[in-house]
């Protein structure tokens, strides 16, 4: 087994856990889903595990560091359950102590296109979705206030940083890191316009700074620069959580001018970049001539993330179900199937976005498709078809070893077709038939932190829909008769530990029959069948 940091003794380990602040407020009442069942599946992965690079966290302190500090899932699909649980074992090694805190990495080797601590700001956003349910006060407010501490680069990559450190505020109030913030999150926005806003008033990106190398948009402008609908919609995202912590931190002024840039920005998004006859959202690519791709790509689904997209759009959501469009037993594809530049290509660029499935559009995707099925009135896919993709993106974390072995796995591009990792196989013989260390080493892409998956469990799936204020929406996109029990346990919500509860026989988790929310263990709302419930977190 290859080694690439020196292991941690037991003492240095053990005194490096006990600086890890264990936080417990509002956990008091009922548990529903006991110890023994979720730490089977850490056991399990410590076990399938080829730990090549050891981290601050190795997976002999795994449970110590993920207990009392995740929620917990339960439901009749173990695959969907297991999955879950390894995906939080997977962020557990990216959560790294620096001097100043504590930072989430990316890749777990050191690469040579990261930054300090081996950071990149390209899946930020995507980190702090995932650990804003982390029971922790200090990870993903050091991360947040890391990346404007003068040792980062925020704009390296496409990063919503507002947008997402205002959305772990929703889950864990902090009024004092917004206000730290707010200056460098002004000036971050102001940076963003000066380099990438020209005379359209639309933003520009290129592909590569999106995270989207070799796409088939990108590669009809020099340097693949192009209006997209991925930057223009972050920068809307940006804008409007500016404008929400202006309000949270007294300046009225700064609440009305970022909300006035915000409603323009998606005035813009909503015209300029709507192609009508395509019925979707495409790049325009920055080179002079106007007019739209000839394709659609995945990435169109950016404006549902942030609520952009108008009602008349939602058509748009049936190509993620065609099989000429972005649907594949391992999908979705980066670009639709029937489009002259899909490809699924072993040669060239390790990375390419033209073709292959990316957890990282995966995510956005989803999130989007969740908002969808919230605010539409009538959308076109459904409960089913969320729980449906979001299974198919479960069960494309996997891998088939040399050995014969199949492990839990999370890597960076997928075959749409095979399930085969890409770049992993392409890596793994680059250079005189191994790995490459100029491309970042041996299994650079092994429990890749480029992505979400829990956070689609809980805000997705389960339906807790986090806002300002004591109430709470959970509304859950399980299709009605398809499972007799699920449980999300142990979440801690705005100093609450929620516990979102089915039971249709009452024999499982023995509260009773049908749909229940308790805080802090005590029952706040039922209902005889799954379904929209909103709670006061309050007493009462």
């Known amino acids: 087994m290859l080694i690439h940091k020196a292991r941690v003794s037991s003492l240095f380990f053990i005194l490096c856990l006990s600086a890890w602040p264990l936080f417990t407020k509002g956990q008091s009442g009922k548990t529903f889903i006991k110890q023994a069942e979720w730490e089977s599946y850490i056991d399990k992965f410590n076990q399938l595990d080829d730990e090549v690079y050891v981290q601050d966290i190795p997976n002999s302190g795994a449970k110590a560091f993920l207990e009392n500090k995740i929620p917990l899932f339960d439901c009749p699909d173990k695959q969907l359950v297991e999955t879950y649980y390894f995906r939080w074992w997977t962020y557990r090694k990216h959560v790294k102590k620096i001097p100043s805190g504590y930072v989430i990495s990316e890749f777990l080797p050191d690469v040579p296109w990261a930054g300090k601590y081996n950071t990149i700001s390209c899946a930020a956003a995507h980190h702090i979705y995932e650990g804003r349910w982390l029971d922790n006060e200090h990870i993903i407010s050091d991360y947040a206030r890391f990346w404007f501490s003068g040792e980062a680069n925020p704009r390296l990559y496409s990063f919503w940083a507002a947008n997402a450190i205002y959305n772990y505020h929703l889950v864990h109030p902090n009024v004092e890191l917004l206000t730290s913030l707010y200056p460098s999150l002004k000036e971050n926005f102001s940076q963003w316009e000066a380099e990438k806003r020209d005379s359209t008033q639309l933003f520009w990106q290129v592909d590569d700074r999106d995270g989207m190398e070799v796409s088939v948009s990108g590669r009809?402008?020099?340097?693949?620069?192009?209006?997209?609908?991925?930057?223009?919609?972050?920068?809307?995202?940006?804008?409007?959580?500016?404008?929400?912590?202006?309000?949270?931190?007294?300046?009225?002024?700064?609440?009305?001018?970022?909300?006035?840039?915000?409603?323009?920005?998606?005035?813009?998004?909503?015209?300029?970049?709507?192609?009508?006859?395509?019925?979707?959202?495409?790049?325009?690519?920055?080179?002079?001539?106007?007019?739209?791709?000839?394709?659609?790509?995945?990435?169109?689904?950016?404006?549902?993330?942030?609520?952009?997209?108008?009602?008349?759009?939602?058509?748009?959501?049936?190509?993620?179900?065609?099989?000429?469009?972005?649907?594949?037993?391992?999908?979705?594809?980066?670009?639709?199937?029937?489009?002259?530049?899909?490809?699924?290509?072993?040669?060239?660029?390790?990375?390419?976005?033209?073709?292959?499935?990316?957890?990282?559009?995966?995510t956005v995707t989803l999130v989007g498709l969740a908002n969808l099925l919230n605010d539409h009135p009538s959308p076109p896919l459904n409960a089913k078809d969320y729980l449906d993709l979001l299974t198919i993106y479960s069960r494309s974390h996997s891998l088939k070893k040399e050995n014969g072995t199949t492990v839990p796995w999370i890597d960076e591009n997928l075959n749409p077709f095979t399930g085969d990792w890409i770049s992993r196989t392409r890596l793994k013989i680059w250079e005189n038939g191994t790995w490459s260390k100029g491309k970042g080493g041996v299994e650079r892409g092994k429990d890749y932190n480029h992505s979400g998956f829990c956070d689609l469990v809980i805000t997705g799936l389960i339906g807790i829909r986090p806002q300002e204020g004591e109430q709470v929406t959970i509304n859950p996109l399980i299709p009605a008769g398809k499972w007799d029990y699920f449980c999300l346990d142990n979440l801690m919500y705005k100093n609450h530990k929620l516990s979102v509860v089915y039971d249709k026989y009452g024999t499982k988790y023995k509260q009773g029959k049908g749909f229940m929310i308790f805080v802090d263990g005590t029952l706040k709302g039922k209902a005889g069948s799954i379904g929209k419930i909103s709670i006061n977190l309050g007493s009462g």
Not at 281 to 308: D, L, M
Request: hydrophobic fraction near 30%.
């Open 220 to 362: 009809l402008s020099p340097g693949g620069k192009g209006y997209r609908a991925t930057i223009n919609s972050y920068m809307y995202g940006e804008a409007e959580a500016l404008s929400q912590i202006a309000k949270l931190v007294g300046d009225e002024s700064g609440h009305v001018f970022y909300r006035q840039k915000a409603e323009a920005l998606k005035e813009l998004i909503n015209t300029l970049l709507w192609d009508k006859k395509a019925g979707f959202y495409k790049v325009i690519p920055k080179n002079g001539k106007g007019g739209f791709s000839p394709v659609r790509e995945q990435h169109g689904y950016t404006p549902w993330y942030f609520h952009i997209a108008s009602d008349s759009y939602a058509n748009a959501w049936k190509q993620l179900l065609d099989k000429e469009g972005f649907y594949a037993p391992y999908g979705p594809t980066t670009v639709e199937q029937r489009a002259s530049g899909f490809a699924i290509s072993y040669e060239g660029h390790e990375c390419q976005w033209n073709g292959p499935s990316w957890p990282y559009s995966t």
